[in-house]
C-alpha cells in the first residue's frame, strides 16, 4: 500500500510563508518528502497539470460550485452566466491556469502507505470555506467558490493534492524527471 502523491503549494501558500509549515505536517504525519522543487510555471505547464479534457474534473468543480452558491444562497445564472456544471468548470478551470502561473509554487512527491488518502485527508476539503479546523485549508484559508467567482478567480486554497493514485501517476510526471525522486529509509521506518 506504499504510495507516492503529489502535492503543489500554490503561489497563495508560496507568498503566504506557509511552505514550510505544509511540508511539516505531511512528514509528521509519517509521509516521506521524496521529491521537492519551487518553480513558476508558464500556461503550457498548468495547462498540462489541469488539461481541458478532464470532463468528469471540470463537472465536479461545477458542481462543487453549484451547491456552494445554493448554501449560501446566490445565484449562479446571474453570477456566472451560467447553470451548467461543465460550463463553470471551464470558467474556472481559465481562472485556474492564470492563478498556478501567477507566481512561484512550491512541487513536491510524498511517499507512504495510503499517501494519496492521508494528503486528502490532511490539506481538507478543496473548498477551504467547507474544511475542519486542523485541516491545512481549515487552518488557512477562507476563500469560497463565491468569493473567487465574484473576483473572477481561482479560489486561493493553498495546495493542490492528487485526487486519487492514477491521478497522482499522471501528475508526478509532468513536474518531476525519474532521477529527481530520492529514495531513502527514514528512521521510523524500521
Known amino acids: ?31 516521506k518528502l521524496v521529491g521537492a522543487r519551487m518553480v513558476k510555471i508558464d500556461k503550457a505547464h498548468a495547462e498540462k497539470h489541469y488539461p481541458a479534457d478532464r470532463d468528469e474534473l471540470w463537472i465536479g468543480i461545477g458542481n462543487k460550485t453549484l451547491e456552494n452558491y445554493e448554501k449560501l444562497e446566490l445565484n449562479a445564472q446571474e453570477l456566472l452566466g451560467t447553470t451548467d456544471p461543465k460550463a463553470i468548470g471551464d470558467i474556472v478551470r481559465v481562472w485556474l491556469l492564470d492563478y498556478m502561473s501567477s507566481g512561484p509554487v512550491f512541487a513536491a512527491v510524498f511517499e507512504g502507505p495510503h499517501a494519496v488518502e492521508l494528503v486528502r485527508k490532511i490539506c481538507g476539503h478543496t473548498l477551504p470555506l467547507l474544511s475542519a479546523p486542523g485541516t491545512i485549508r481549515g487552518d488557512y484559508s477562507y476563500d469560497s467558490a463565491a468569493l473567487a467567482n465574484k473576483g473572477q478567480r481561482a479560489i486561493k486554497n493553498l495546495i493542490h493534492a492528487s485526487g486519487t493514485v492514477e491521478e497522482a501517476e499522471y501528475e508526478i510526471p509532468l513536474w518531476f524527471a525519474k532521477s529527481d525522486i530520492s529514495s531513502y529509509k527514514r528512521t521510523d521506518e524500521d
Do not use: C, N, W, Y
Open 1 to 31: 500500500m506504499i504510495e507516492q502523491t503529489l502535492i503543489v503549494i500554490k503561489p497563495d501558500g508560496v507568498v503566504r510563508s506557509l511552505t514550510g509549515e505544509i511540508v511539516t505536517r505531511f512528514e509528521k504525519a509519517g509521509l
